[in-house]
């Protein structure tokens, strides 16, 4: 099994090399949140750019070195987009970040949802209904054909979902991560629990999402899982952190984009997670 | 004449009853302060969700409590979902919250707010200026052909606008919440001044807009007049709490956060206001 | 040539009248910083309306003495929004900024690029990069045929964009700020140099935007020229205060939204630039 200590060097060297060489990673993202994801993006010391157009997602497919995408506010164009830029990334070897928010809910949400099983998404980022949801749509083990979404919010545990993680990274050959109390990563044969947080993370809209878009800079920089436990990392440091400087959200989210800026790779790698055999 | 004791019961109750359950209002809201929205829902224990396309919005009226319409940022795709939401949330008799933001701009934003009329929203917010329009492009009293929007900003005064919010609430059988510096929220029979609130609420985009979501947050444990009262109360608190912490307008935003998330049953009930009969 | 004590009593006139009347410049601006440039328009007392549908678009640009395009998350129905206003506004003789982001990525993008040549926009406002790349778009001097834009990043330096600057500032009849380190602003005839910001001003996603914004406001109580010079001595007089009270990009942003509030139309004359002929 692969040695904890090789893991945490593993993270500082992403961590270092985005600091360093500030990777684009292009989302195609929900309204509610796109400027949060932006702007952690840019505080880990990444690049953004968000587009809706079919031509315009392939063209930051191409340029980037991994994108995210996030299904959460739906336009019709999508339709179009998402498939194409899922195609693309998929054909060029790009790892891409896929949020699966609010699945279950609309029929071109589940009709996308669907097309994303073979274009095999680097990593998967949702809580654990999401994730749940997303293995009994794509029919792998751990799922359930009903889902437990209530709009964006989960009602399952972490652990409820490590069957349906486990088998979303086996068939994907990438990572997926499950939010909750207790962060789970895992590639499908190791699983890492990551540490930390905040209760405001949950009273404030987009710590999920961007994280996704955070985990998508690091694949820039690293495997789709060292990738997923270094955003994880990080936020767990920075909600941490931030709470313990904030009076309520607002000061919450401000304090918490400042601690994305300011964690150091040792920092993050030293935020603590456990890893087991799958 | 109803007592102000009682009124004041109910909105602990409501607000209680938000902290406990944490119920779910989805949105049709414009882009600019769509953000803001989701934050200040969730920041009064509140959960939020916001789509675009019509059969998500048919999903989250059916699934919430209550539904919040804010017309600010009209998409081509709203001449399809606007109608057919209010039409699914009149005829399940949910609560929703109109927001006729810039009305008198656009051949489609003036349709759609024709076709609200028989959709009966719960609760009409809008400050004076739209609150007039809207009553006039209804036919009904105290409204004016001519509307006195100037892009998002009211140049009427909220007591010229009392018989046309009277009129829409006899109209709706719901609430009109008028914002201004004393708030008015009338069912109709009663009227409730609220007092309070900051001028930094002019400075900031998105504190009419996020009221409207907030109402219809406490509009899920609540009647349309409490929760228009009880949601123009907890802003008109937080806005003189955080404008004493405040040295400009970022800094007001964060802090007003913090207080919408601070305040307390008793303390929203305890923001000044009076009540008469109309 | 004009005296810097001329620029200067003029830019201190157009911050008063900003600040006096609360102009409204509309907008049709990308998803990502729409509230942040809102918000600034209103910190620096102007008023703050987006739309994205053509009629509502004529209707912003009749409306106000100014209007803001900024091409950075086109959605479909843009194909006929965006020439339909800049039309507009130019045959009203309105001034109006153009923010050409991410010039090069996608069909429709580079359509609309075109289009704007005969619609003359007052101020031109972009990164080094984008400025070389629309100069070389429309077929004027200093400009290049391929764009070093990278997704909304500039790889160009303002020196070297000074060119394409004065001849977009030529064929405009307007004026063009180039954002750096320095900034750029040249009516072509006079050059501009402001100094001061922020390292945090790339670390956030919008300055760049809400300056064009702005640009927008003070375009309603001045010449084109002056309105962008006046926009980037206050973004740089308030960049530099804010990061003195920042622990990090989230902070900065708070700050940063302060100080555009409490800048002074003196200190904001008093922000260091030279200026040179051309």
Chains 1, 2, 3 share one sequence.
């Not at 157009?53 to 392939?58: A, K, N, T």
């Not at 095999?120 to 009903?146: C, H, M, Q, Y």
Request: charged content about 20%; overall charge negative; proline content about 4%.
């Amino acid at each position: 099994m692969i040695r904890k200590t090789d893991i945490q060097d593993r993270m500082i060297r992403a961590v270092e090399a985005v600091k360093r060489t500030n990777p684009m990673a292009g989302s195609i993202t929900n309204s509610v949140t796109i400027n949060f994801v932006a702007n952690a993006q840019l505080a880990v010391g990444g690049a953004a750019a968000m587009v809706y157009l079919p031509d315009e997602g392939e063209f930051l497919a191409k340029a980037g070195g991994a994108a995210y995408i996030n299904v959460g506010t739906l336009l019709p164009i999508y339709e179009e987009s998402l498939p194409r830029v899922a195609k693309v990334l998929h054909e060029a070897g790009k790892p891409w970040v896929l949020d699966p928010v609010a699945i279950g809910i609309g029929s071109l949400r589940t009709k996308l949802l669907r097309q994303f099983k073979e274009y095999k998404p680097g990593v998967i980022r949702g809580n654990a209904s999401e994730i749940i949801a997303l293995a009994g749509l794509w029919e792998l083990d751990g799922g359930t054909g009903g889902s437990n979404v209530r709009g964006v919010d989960s009602t399952d545990s972490v652990a409820e979902a490590k069957a349906a993680a486990v088998a979303l990274a086996k068939w994907t050959g990438g990572a997926v991560a499950v939010s909750g109390r207790t962060d789970l990563i895992t590639d499908g044969s190791v699983a890492a629990f990551s540490h930390g947080g905040s209760h405001f993370m949950e009273k404030i809209t987009g710590a999920g999402c961007s994280l996704g878009g955070v985990a998508a800079v690091y694949a820039t920089a690293a495997s789709p899982f060292i990738a997923a436990l270094t955003a994880s990392a990080v936020y767990n440091l920075a909600g941490s952190r931030a709470e313990r400087k904030a009076d309520g959200p607002g000061s919450f989210q401000v304090q918490f984009l400042d601690e994305l800026y300011r964690a150091t790779p040792a920092d993050i790698a030293g935020n603590p997670f456990e890893i087991e055999e799958v």
